[in-house]
């Protein structure tokens, strides 16, 4: 070692243990340092490159030096570069374990995990994380990139080529009392209002239909402009209606909104040039399914999960990360072909793709975005 007059102390090339290996058992007592493991490894697999995060930057003299001793006639060149660092989660894999061995997530691939299953599984394209990447660029410094960005690229990637769809999560009954009984018709809606060439879907409107429960209000606050008693909206791609009346429980809760509708304004536009501010989704009680969705957001609620003033990074989870909904209302003609991996624009909702858990007895969506951020505010 001394011949090679390199500025360093004599290396440690493999260790002897003579103790049990959580792998290899007693087979083997001699193992290689990972220093001497890793460029001869890549020597070995024809690696040209091989590329390490900056914690690795102190052990190139030692990776080329091996290399330079061994006479390798192509050696691998090693480059380090700053990590990706995200926050409001965690890339560091020992704590990532953690979160898998306690039961914080569902596995590796929970869509709230920051790995690529776990990307997959909740919708993120392959598109949106390599614009991501572009984006971001490769650096030789420390730095933490905002996860809302990471959203942003997802966001614009489904705006533009995911199908749009209606569902009703939180629903709420309404019953046109003016509309005949027995009747339905069938309504033709755009897939994609940018992408005409992507046709349109058919769906069902008839006497009973839901609507979020959000979109009612008894008593209306400033600037509310759907349904309420005396209110007109207009019912995405179906007609004008008007809200006359609501039932109630013994508790007060609103069970069911009256109203009644404009023949003329089939399509969602009144011969007469009337005008309303609101319009809104809408699925009918005679073809709808029922699924179940997994509203995801940010595993934590700190900026820096794992820094140690705020104490243990699991004390700094997002209680809402993770809320179920059962019995949400998705417009019929949807689950027809549906397949694992599937991901649609639910009008007003945001982005969703069915989850690897759903079966044709129980359809499972995954919300793979919100349409806008609303972190923070």
């Not at 965690?90 to 709230?112: Q, Y």
Request: hydrophobic letters at 35%.
């Amino acid at each position: 070692m001394a011949a090679a007059n390199i500025n360093m102390r004599y290396p440690v090339i493999y260790r002897i243990a003579h103790v049990s290996h959580h792998q290899t058992g007693d087979k083997w007592c001699v193992y290689p340092m990972y220093d001497f493991a890793h460029p001869l490894s890549d020597a070995k697999e024809g690696v040209t490159h091989s590329l390490c995060s900056l914690e690795f930057e102190n052990h190139r003299p030692l990776y080329d030096w091996f290399l330079r001793a061994l006479d390798i006639e192509m050696p691998p060149r090693q480059i380090e570069f700053a990590r990706l660092n995200l926050n409001y989660c965690l890339t560091s894999k020992r704590k990532c374990l953690a979160l898998v061995n306690e039961g914080i997530v569902d596995g590796w691939n929970d869509p709230r995990m920051a790995t690529l299953s776990g990307m997959r599984r909740r919708g993120y394209p392959a598109a949106a994380i390599r614009n991501f990447c572009e984006k971001i660029g490769v650096s030789k410094a420390y730095s933490v990139v905002d996860y809302g960005l990471l959203e942003s690229c997802v966001r614009d990637e489904l705006n533009a080529n995911a199908p749009r769809a209606m569902a009703v999560l939180r629903p709420l009954k309404v019953v046109i009392d003016n509309y005949p009984e027995d009747k339905t018709e069938t309504l033709e809606v755009e897939i994609h209002p940018d992408h005409p060439e992507m046709g349109t879907r058919k769906v069902t409107f008839g006497k009973t239909i839901y609507v979020e429960q959000e979109d009612f209000m008894v008593e209306p606050v400033k600037k509310y402009f759907r349904l309420f008693p005396g209110n007109e909206v207009r019912l995405k791609s179906a007609y004008f209606v008007k809200c006359v009346g609501y039932d109630t429980d013994e508790n007060g809760n609103v069970t069911c909104v009256h109203c009644t509708y404009d023949p003329e304004s089939r399509g969602g536009n009144s011969p007469d040039g009337r005008k309303v501010k609101g319009t809104l989704h809408w699925v009918s009680e005679a073809d709808s399914f029922k699924a179940e969705v997994r509203l995801y957001d940010r595993l934590f609620n700190k900026e820096n999960p794992s820094d140690e003033s705020a104490g243990a990074f699991t004390e700094n989870l997002n209680p809402e990360s993770l809320v179920i909904l059962n019995d949400c209302l998705i417009e019929g003609g949807l689950k027809e072909g549906l397949k694992v991996g599937d991901t649609f624009q639910f009008m007003r909702q945001g982005y969703f793709c069915v989850d690897i858990t759903s079966t044709e007895d129980k359809v499972v969506f995954n919300r793979t975005v919100q349409l806008n951020s609303s972190w923070g505010k």
